[in-house]
Structure formats: C-alpha cells, structure tokens
C-alpha cells in the first residue's frame, strides 16, 4: 500500500513535492493524461486508507477517491493532456513528459521536487526523480493516478458520444475485439492516434477501399 515514506525521505532538501502519474499510454484513441498533486506537510486526510494504484481499484472506488481529491481544499493538483495529434508528431513517450511539464506547469503553487511514476524523465524541467511503480508506493503518486485516470474516462464517456460507432465508453480506447472491429469497418477518427500500428492498419484498408 502506498504511504509518504518517499517524501519523507526528501523532505530535508525539499518542502513542496508534488506527485505525478499518467494514465493512457497505451489506448490508440485520445489524448494522454498527466496529473500533478501536492499534499502539504504533515495532512493525513481520512480517505487516504482507501487509496491504492489507480489500476488496482473499482470504477466506483475511483469515482470516490476522485471526488474526496478534488473536493479537498488542502490539495493543490493539476491535469493536464498531450492530444493524439502531438503523439504522432513526438511520440507517445515525449507527449506523455509533455503532459506531465504541463501537468506541473498548471499548479497554483509549483513544487520543489517531483516524484514521477516510472523511471526518471530525462531533461525534465523541475528537480525529479522516477519511482518505479510509485502509484503503489506514494500517496502523491496514487492520487495523482487518480486524477489522471478519472478524468481521461470521462473523457472517453463524452468522445463515446461523439463518436458512437467506436464504442469508446466500452473500453476507454484500448485495442479491445469490439474496437478494432470498428476501426476496421469505419476507419479511424479525428482521435485515433494515427502512427500506432493497428490504427496505421486501419487507416491503409479505408484508403484501398477508396
């Protein structure tokens, strides 16, 4: 389970950490999320038992978390996004630090130091360091999972109704059966992110067809 023991650790160099996560990478539809939180010194609020990695609890248990985060007045965070068009120009690795600058670059208050999910983002523009599955290790990191996770769901609830014929409200943009059948029939998207390969297959079969 998570806890502040990392921010603990850097508290005597560093006052203000903020935790930062990201949330669909994989999916080969929308823009990918990066969620930036800090938690001010010493503030367990009465929630924080229940939360976990983001990809480790229910829908409604997200749901929850989201709620208590953003309606804490204590904590100051920031979501941020890289579309799928800047995917494909730089990347999904470079637009997911994309997300995460701008992520921090939102915040009211900016952090002395940022605990990122994963391995350390080279050249990122703030003191850093990466926290291999640092969602299951940090309580900033968690809640910054869930920011991130949440709010690109719903999201994907409102391209779902934009673009029905995806079904997007399904599985959030991921490669699934019923996805790639639809991407297969109709082509992509404004959405889809053109340089991931199912989507490149796709796209190939709606020109031939053409």
């Not at 823009?31 to 010493?42: C, D, R």
């Not at 503030?43 to 997200?62: F, G, I, V």
């Not at 940090?138 to 999972?145: E, G, L, M, V, W």
Request: glycine share 6%; hydrophobic share 35%.
């Amino acid at each position: 389970m998570p806890n502040f023991l990392h921010e603990q650790e850097i508290r005597d160099r560093y006052s203000i950490i903020a935790g930062i996560d990201e949330a669909g990478r994989g999916p080969l539809a929308g823009p990918v999320h990066a969620a930036a939180l800090i938690f001010p010194k010493n503030y367990t609020p009465s929630w924080l038992t229940l939360l976990n990695d983001s990809k480790k609890l229910s829908e409604p248990k997200r749901e929850e978390l989201y709620h208590f985060i953003t309606k804490d007045q204590k904590l100051t965070w920031s979501v941020a996004t890289a579309s799928a068009q800047e995917i494909d120009k730089i990347n999904i690795l470079q637009a997911t630090h994309l997300a995460m600058q701008r992520a921090v670059e939102g915040l009211e208050i900016k952090p002395d130091f940022c605990l990122i999910d994963g391995r350390p983002v080279k050249n990122f523009p703030y003191p850093s360091d990466g926290l291999i599955k640092g969602d299951s290790k940090s309580y900033s990191i968690a809640a910054a999972s869930i920011l991130a996770k949440v709010t690109r769901d719903h999201l994907m609830m409102e391209l779902a109704e934009k673009y029905p014929h995806y079904e997007f409200h399904r599985h959030k943009g991921y490669g699934t059966k019923v996805h790639l059948e639809a991407l297969q029939k109709y082509g992509p998207c404004p959405e889809h992110r053109l340089t991931f390969r199912p989507v490149q297959s796709a796209l190939t079969a709606q020109t031939q067809k053409s």
